[in-house]
């Protein structure tokens, strides 16, 4: 089974932009469906974005659309978040995720990393 470790978080100033990525091992990176999913202090955890395995097809929340990249390098069997124009409101630990195919539903996951905070300042 894959193992999914983020990095990239950190502090950041509202309309700044940071770049997640996603490294997976011990497993078929590309035979997955990966996602992005948040969480902020006293909330569930949300949905952010999601790729498909040949990353043909991406959803996004609406929350981040147009703000948000989400894409992936089979080759480096590593996926990335781009944000930009952050908002104090995209604080969260973000989370990725991988699942047999693309759904912005958090139960079709079974594989998920430990975590990366985002901090954005007003």
């Known amino acids: 089974q894959v193992q999914l470790v983020e990095s990239g978080g950190g502090l950041v100033q509202a309309g700044g932009s940071l770049r997640l990525s996603c490294a997976a091992s011990?497993?078929?990176?590309?035979?997955?469906?990966m996602g992005w999913f948040r969480q902020a202090p006293g909330k569930e955890r949300e949905f952010v974005a999601t790729?498909?395995?040949?990353?043909?097809?991406?959803i996004y929340a609406d929350s981040v659309r147009g703000r948000f990249a989400i894409s992936r390098d089979n080759a480096k069997n590593t996926m990335y978040l781009q944000m930009d124009s952050l908002k104090p409101e995209d604080t969260a630990v973000y989370y990725c995720a991988a699942a047999p195919d693309v759904s912005p539903l958090r139960r079709m996951y079974n594989v998920w990393g430990q975590g990366t905070q985002v901090t954005v300042s007003s």
């Open positions: 011990g497993g078929t990176f590309s035979a997955y469906a």
């Open positions: 790729i498909s395995q040949s990353g043909g097809r991406r």
